[in-house]
């Protein structure tokens, strides 16, 4: 069996959790069902899906189907815990089943049978109640399993209201009121749930038939065990973030062992990273230099150095094409997000900084503006990563827009507006920002780069690093997504640093060598 490499289309948008705005579908799908998403990726990994991509090393060896669902069982925790350190918005959700699925059809038809027969019970005469005290025993254990070891005087009520050898006595001798139990147990949900349930709880008390009012009981309980497994979650984090680094880098030793080839990519992305470096400090010492830029440049270059290039390349990242590295693989969505995030702000600085030149010192300080326009260009480019975008025309769109506020926030603030020839020549600076040789695109671009490359370097600093001249506009933006950007490299530096500490020590031991080969020739 051919080496096992994980990847995965990235081309469908990210979120989790339903806080999480701007996610990615991927992952949300590897946290509903992570068996069928590992598989999922096991499948468009398989061989010859990137055989250009992979890089020639040591034989793949055969693996057994047991060894490959242990392995996927193993990467499926891993990626678990994960997402609970890694995603401060992570909450665990009820499944849902799709509306036309078999598994729903068959599970409304057991639940309605269920409750009709519930129904069919407490309409005989005299009324019988044996499905209605097996619910309530439910509903005691859920009541029960909300309390915390300290809620004595609530565990004894429960238990004493709650007492189904009593109630089964109450029933056989028509004395039971089912209609008092149920407001117990409201009662006691009303006590117990999160201030967020207190609507919820209310409804119930609207509610006068017994059966609807079981099913919408059993419904606010569910609620309820999510509420209290989110607290589960949100109380552990601390503690999983300490061990969380040891336990991913524990398991996926674990995938190394069983798969010795899964370090190809990550070895080839840092071996472009440090070539990279190499050729960019042979361009500032071109006396000291070859033309494959090895010598003089490979001689400088540190594995942090490397490390960091190695990252900045993934905001660069063709994901249709090219598999992830697999030590970046549970984080590509994220990392994905990023880069359409850092593209955007590309288009809007630019545009930005072309604006304010063609409108000159009038609206540099004019209050509000630069917002207005930043969210013109927002949502004009909602999309703009999808194969249907059209770029030429939002961009003609967004330079008539542009214009328009232009020219009234001259008017407003006492300016004459713009004459038809400067906003002809306003929409054609606009437009050719869609060109990829566009000069002040590739300077923006440039100045987003070195300002990420130097909040990584300093990233053991508080504070943020000088934003680069022209970016003023969107230094806030570009300060979020930097945050954001840096924890993610330092968590899965902390994660995997042994990993990349031994290939790029024999990526550098091997130019090194390249290097004091050359010098000798020479």
């Given at each position: 069996?051919?080496?096992?490499?994980?990847?995965?289309?990235?081309?469908?948008?990210?979120?989790?959790?339903?806080?999480?705005?701007?996610?990615?579908?991927?992952?949300?799908?590897?946290?509903?069902?992570?068996?069928?998403?590992?598989?999922?990726?096991?499948?468009?990994?398989?061989?010859?899906?990137?055989?250009?991509?992979?890089?020639?090393?040591?034989?793949p060896?055969?693996?057994?189907?047991?060894?490959?669902?242990?392995?996927?069982?193993?990467?499926?925790?891993?990626?678990?815990?994960?997402?609970?350190?890694?995603?401060?918005?992570?909450?665990?959700?009820?499944?849902?089943?799709?509306e036309?699925?078999?598994?729903?059809?068959?599970?409304?038809?057991?639940?309605?049978?269920?409750?009709?027969?519930?129904?069919?019970?407490?309409?005989?005469?005299?009324?019988?109640?044996?499905?209605?005290?097996?619910?309530?025993?439910?509903?005691?254990?859920?009541?029960l399993s909300?309390?915390?070891?300290?809620?004595?005087?609530?565990?004894?009520?429960?238990?004493?209201?709650?007492?189904?050898?009593?109630?089964?006595?109450?029933?056989?001798?028509?004395?039971l009121d089912?209609?008092?139990?149920?407001?117990?147990?409201?009662?006691?949900?009303?006590?117990?749930?999160a201030?967020?349930?207190?609507?919820?709880?209310?409804?119930?008390?609207?509610?006068?038939?017994?059966?609807?009012?079981?099913?919408?009981?059993?419904?606010?309980l569910?609620?309820?065990?999510?509420d209290?497994?989110?607290f589960a979650?949100?109380?552990?984090?601390p503690?999983?973030?300490?061990?969380?680094?040891?336990y991913?880098?524990?398991?996926?030793?674990?995938?190394?062992?069983?798969?010795?080839?899964?370090?190809?990519?990550?070895?080839?992305w840092?071996?472009?990273?440090?070539?990279?470096?190499?050729?960019?400090?042979?361009?500032?010492?071109?006396?000291?230099?070859?033309?494959?830029?090895?010598?003089?440049?490979?001689?400088?270059?540190?594995?942090?150095?490397?490390?960091?290039?190695?990252?900045?390349?993934?905001?660069?990242?063709?994901?249709?094409?090219?598999?992830?590295?697999?030590?970046?693989?549970?984080?590509?969505?994220?990392?994905?997000?990023?880069?359409?995030?850092?593209?955007?702000?590309?288009?809007?600085?630019t545009?930005?900084?072309?604006?304010?030149?063609?409108?000159?010192s009038?609206?540099?300080?004019?209050?509000?503006?630069?917002?207005?326009?930043?969210?013109?260009?927002?949502?004009?480019?909602?999309?703009?990563h999808?194969?249907?975008?059209n770029?030429?025309?939002?961009?003609?769109t967004?330079?008539?827009?542009?214009?328009?506020?232009?020219?009234?926030?001259?008017?407003?603030?006492?300016?004459?507006?713009f004459?038809?020839?400067?906003?002809?020549?306003?929409?054609?600076?606009?437009?050719?920002?869609?060109?990829?040789?566009?000069?002040?695109?590739?300077?923006?671009?440039?100045?987003?780069?070195?300002?990420?490359?130097?909040?990584?370097?300093?990233?053991?600093?508080?504070?943020?690093?000088?934003?680069?001249?022209?970016?003023?506009?969107?230094?806030?933006?570009?300060e979020?997504?930097?945050?954001?950007?840096?924890?993610?490299?330092?968590?899965?530096?902390?994660?995997?640093?042994?990993?990349?500490?031994?290939?790029?020590?024999?990526?550098?031991?091997?130019?090194?060598?390249?290097?004091?080969?050359?010098?000798?020739?020479?």
């Amino acid at each position: 069996m051919n080496q096992l490499k994980m990847s995965q289309n990235p081309d469908k948008p990210h979120s989790s959790e339903e806080k999480l705005s701007g996610l990615e579908d991927g992952q949300e799908e590897s946290l509903d069902n992570p068996d069928q998403s590992i598989r999922k990726r096991i499948r468009q990994s398989a061989p010859g899906s990137h055989r250009d991509d992979t890089p020639k090393s040591s034989p793949p060896r055969p693996v057994s189907i047991e060894e490959l669902m242990e392995t996927a069982k193993g990467v499926t925790n891993m990626a678990l815990a994960h997402e609970i350190v890694v995603n401060g918005d992570f909450q665990i959700k009820p499944a849902e089943l799709p509306e036309h699925s078999l598994e729903k059809k068959v599970r409304d038809i057991v639940h309605k049978a269920f409750w009709d027969c519930l129904e069919a019970q407490l309409k005989e005469d005299p009324p019988t109640y044996d499905h209605a005290i097996k619910l309530l025993g439910e509903i005691k254990e859920n009541l029960l399993s909300f309390l915390l070891p300290g809620h004595t005087r609530l565990r004894s009520q429960i238990t004493e209201v709650l007492d189904l050898d009593l109630i089964k006595q109450e029933a056989e001798n028509g004395a039971l009121d089912i209609s008092k139990l149920v407001e117990f147990v409201i009662g006691m949900m009303g006590t117990l749930c999160a201030p967020a349930r207190d609507e919820e709880i209310k409804k119930l008390k609207d509610i006068n038939e017994i059966v609807p009012l079981f099913r919408a009981i059993f419904s606010v309980l569910d609620l309820m065990k999510m509420d209290m497994a989110n607290f589960a979650v949100s109380s552990i984090r601390p503690k999983l973030m300490q061990q969380s680094a040891e336990y991913e880098r524990k398991k996926f030793q674990e995938f190394l062992e069983k798969q010795p080839n899964s370090l190809d990519l990550v070895t080839r992305w840092l071996q472009e990273a440090a070539d990279d470096l190499a050729k960019q400090r042979c361009k500032m010492l071109p006396p000291h230099c070859s033309a494959d830029g090895a010598t003089g440049g490979a001689s400088t270059l540190c594995s942090t150095a490397v490390q960091n290039r190695a990252y900045l390349k993934l905001l660069k990242w063709d994901h249709v094409n090219r598999p992830f590295p697999e030590t970046v693989l549970m984080d590509q969505a994220r990392f994905q997000e990023i880069q359409l995030e850092l593209e955007q702000l590309l288009l809007a600085g630019t545009i930005l900084l072309v604006t304010f030149s063609a409108a000159g010192s009038a609206l540099v300080d004019v209050p509000g503006f630069a917002e207005k326009i930043k969210t013109i260009v927002k949502v004009l480019l909602t999309g703009m990563h999808l194969p249907s975008f059209n770029l030429q025309e939002s961009l003609a769109t967004i330079g008539e827009k542009v214009c328009a506020e232009v020219n009234s926030c001259l008017s407003q603030h006492g300016f004459t507006p713009f004459s038809a020839e400067r906003e002809t020549g306003l929409k054609g600076q606009i437009q050719a920002v869609a060109n990829p040789d566009n000069t002040i695109c590739k300077l923006i671009d440039s100045r987003i780069e070195k300002f990420l490359e130097n909040y990584l370097a300093s990233s053991h600093q508080k504070s943020l690093p000088a934003v680069p001249g022209g970016l003023g506009p969107i230094q806030r933006e570009l300060e979020e997504i930097a945050v954001k950007y840096v924890r993610l490299v330092n968590y899965n530096k902390m994660v995997f640093s042994p990993y990349y500490d031994a290939v790029l020590g024999k990526i550098l031991t091997k130019e090194e060598s390249q290097l004091v080969g050359k010098s000798e020739e020479s």
